[in-house]
């Protein structure tokens, strides 16, 4: 299994992951929306010889009401369905967290799993201040310090590119 960046002619293979791994296309075409408009800052694939497997996207996102604190956004993540609790979706996470750390962000937030999160650092957002544009339970809009203390004092809501208010 090969985590690396997506690249040119990965799309196709992208939107199919997408595809599968969701009930609609809505996931797909935000992570077409976002590859054109949004400037993604990491979109890794997860390889398994010819085959994209998985895909996880993160972009930038606004925080209304704090200072600028470069943070990333994670969203989507797939993986296809018949590859799925085999670690593929936990290799995309750990890669593309510490991508976003080396590309100088202070946080990833995302709107997830409160189970399944949690287990790379993610806590409620809310605990730092820090809500989210969209009406979601607080378990569910989870933030991650990429390095020490980069939230402290941070306080504001979390604004999405405007695709997201598509899905």
Same mark, same amino acid.
């Given at each position: 299994?090969? &985590?690396?960046? @997506?690249?040119?002619?990965? #799309? #196709?293979?992208?939107r199919a992951v997408?595809?599968?791994?969701?009930?609609?296309?809505? @996931?797909? $075409?935000?992570?077409?929306?976002? !590859?054109?408009q949004?400037?993604?800052?990491?979109?890794?694939?997860? #390889?398994?010889?010819?085959?994209?497997?998985g895909?996880?996207?993160?972009?930038?996102?606004?925080?209304?009401?704090?200072?600028?604190?470069? &943070?990333?956004?994670?969203?989507?993540?797939?993986?296809a369905? @018949?590859r799925q609790?085999?670690? &593929?979706?936990?290799?995309?996470v750990?890669a *593309?967290?510490e991508?976003? !750390?080396?590309a100088?962000? *202070?946080?990833?937030?995302?709107?997830?799993?409160?189970?399944?999160?949690p287990?790379f650092?993610f806590?409620?957002?809310?605990?730092? *201040? &820090?809500?989210? @544009?969209?009406?979601?339970?607080? $378990?569910?809009?989870?933030?991650?310090e990429l390095? #020490? *203390?980069?939230l402290?004092?941070?306080?504001g809501?979390?604004?999405?590119?405007?695709?997201?208010?598509?899905?």
């Amino acid at each position: 299994m090969l &985590i690396r960046d @997506e690249r040119h002619g990965d #799309e #196709e293979s992208v939107r199919a992951v997408n595809l599968a791994a969701f009930e609609t296309s809505a @996931e797909a $075409d935000l992570v077409d929306a976002l !590859r054109d408009q949004a400037a993604p800052v990491v979109s890794f694939v997860a #390889e398994d010889g010819a085959t994209i497997v998985g895909h996880i996207l993160f972009t930038p996102v606004t925080l209304v009401g704090g200072p600028h604190l470069p &943070i990333l956004g994670l969203a989507p993540m797939a993986v296809a369905p @018949e590859r799925q609790r085999q670690g &593929i979706g936990s290799r995309l996470v750990v890669a *593309g967290l510490e991508r976003c !750390r080396r590309a100088g962000a *202070g946080a990833v937030v995302v709107v997830g799993h409160a189970a399944y999160y949690p287990r790379f650092g993610f806590v409620p957002a809310s605990r730092f *201040g &820090i809500g989210c @544009e969209y009406d979601v339970p607080d $378990d569910v809009f989870l933030a991650r310090e990429l390095y #020490e *203390g980069a939230l402290r004092g941070i306080s504001g809501t979390v604004r999405y590119h405007p695709a997201f208010g598509k899905v």
